[in-house]
């Protein structure tokens, strides 16, 4: 698995074998089980975690109990609370294995190194950075204004690789509906494929 994180860096940065060498003592692996709480509320996150294998998930957690879910990531994905991650701030979120899972964490000091020893490291970084944004901005808007319907198309889109590996209910939570709501969506999709 440290294989496959230094594939990822060498492949986005131009940071040579001996370079990324030095820094691999700040790379750190970790085999986790099903259900391990990686990050707390209010706790600071002062990692980033980069999935090799598994599924994790970003959450919070309303005044009356109910999760309301932010971020899958699965297979070549990160996840953290970046507010909390860079400005030292308490975090909001929880983060959890929905799945046994093996992971590279990495802290600031990694990303830091890195920026100095890759000229495209920033770039690179920067354009991850908007993507995300983009990706908020767009799930903002379907969050207030979509159908049920077109928000669970847009997921199966978006998260094809991970749609049956999610159980109905944390689906509906991150698309801001009530499972009950998906069912009948499911439902309904499944007569119109059906008919056509």
């Not at 391990?36 to 598994?54: I, P, S, W, Y």
């Not at 990495?106 to 990303?111: A, G, S, Y």
């Not at 939570?173 to 008919?195: C, D, H, M, Q, W």
Request: hydrophobic share 40%.
């Amino acid at each position: 698995m440290l294989t496959l994180f230094k594939t990822y860096i060498l492949s986005n940065t131009d940071l040579s074998e001996d370079q990324y060498k030095e820094l691999e003592h700040l790379v750190y692996f970790l085999k986790i089980k099903k259900g391990t709480v990686l990050l707390k509320e209010n706790q600071v996150c002062d990692r980033a975690f980069f999935v090799c294998k598994g599924l994790l998930r970003s959450y919070t957690v309303d005044e009356m109990g109910k999760e309301h879910i932010i971020q899958f990531a699965s297979e070549n994905w990160w996840i953290a609370d970046r507010s909390s991650f860079f400005f030292n701030e308490p975090s909001e979120l929880f983060i959890d294995a929905i799945e046994d899972a093996e992971i590279i964490y990495i802290h600031k000091e990694f990303l830091e190194n890195v920026e100095k020893k890759s000229k495209n490291f920033t770039s690179f970084n920067t354009l991850a950075l908007q993507k995300m944004i983009r990706q908020m901005q767009k799930r903002i808007n379907y969050l207030l204004a979509a159908t049920a319907e077109k928000k669970y198309l847009d997921f199966i889109e978006t998260h094809r690789e991970i749609t049956f590996r999610l159980p109905l209910q944390m689906i509906a939570s991150y698309l801001g509906i009530t499972p009950e709501s998906l069912s009948r969506v499911r439902k309904e999709l499944a007569r119109k494929n059906f008919n056509n």
